[in-house]
């Protein structure tokens, strides 16, 4: 049973860089789209982008000015850079998979989540 | 972007009723459609996709329909397990976007 789990710096402060990764366990990496979403304290969920084995990326455009996805194949890790983060950028970041290979887009896998707060 | 809009906001509802949840998008999504169900401090859990296709384990009392624009998601007899938020979610085109969701709370 494929396992997402994530990890990266949980306090920012305004001007930095967001930087989270997720690793890929128990299932394979290839062929699949990988994603990031976010949900602010108390908000809904806002989808970040994608990125598949190719390197094929999708961004939100909202967004993309700031936001870089990479794969690291050797390491079954996907990662996430977010720059110039501002407090509202503050909220809880999971990673996902969609649910089998060539779906479109539903998200079948996700990674626990982590909460992160930019604050000077 | 595609807008999807979800109602009610929340709802109040008790054990053994049955409750409906409406998802609108701004264009029609050809049944690119999923429900999420998402409890406090956990990820979101994948429900349906395919706008009526139950994901593995998920239970049959849950049921989805609809096509074009409107969609639906149905709770035929809601279970104390049930009380949660519920999202839907397109994925017709990138940006992939989310309904605001629904609170589903113990009357």
């Known amino acids: 049973q494929v396992q997402l789990q994530q990890w990266g710096a949980g306090l920012l402060k305004p001007s930095e860089t967001l930087s989270l990764t997720c690793g890929v366990y128990g299932g394979s990496f290839s062929g699949y789209y990988w994603s990031w979403i976010r949900q602010p304290p108390g908000k809904g969920l806002e989808w970040i982008g994608e990125i598949n084995l190719s390197g094929s990326t999708n961004y939100n455009p909202s967004l993309k000015s700031r936001v870089t996805i990479s794969v690291d194949t050797s390491k079954n890790h996907f990662s996430l850079k977010l720059s110039s983060v501002t407090a509202a950028d503050t909220a809880v970041y999971y990673c996902?998979?969609?649910?089998?290979?060539?779906?479109?887009?539903?998200?079948?896998?996700w990674g626990q989540g982590t909460l992160v707060t930019v604050s000077s | 972007d595609i807008q999807m809009t979800q109602s009610p906001s929340s709802l109040s509802a008790s054990v053994g009723d049955r409750v409906t949840i409406t998802c609108r998008a701004s264009?029609?999504?050809?049944?690119?459609l999923a429900w999420y169900q998402q409890k406090p401090g956990k990820a979101p859990k994948l429900l349906l996709y395919s706008a009526s296709r139950l994901d593995s384990g998920v239970p049959s009392r849950f049921s989805g329909s609809g096509s074009g624009t409107d969609y639906t998601l149905t709770i035929s007899s809601l279970q104390p397990e049930d009380f949660a938020t519920y999202y839907c979610q397109q994925y017709y085109s990138t940006p992939r976007t989310f309904g605001q969701g629904t609170k589903v709370e113990i009357k």
């Open positions: 996902a998979r969609e649910r089998v290979k060539g779906g479109f887009g539903e998200l079948g896998y």
């Open positions: 264009q029609d999504i050809s049944y690119f």
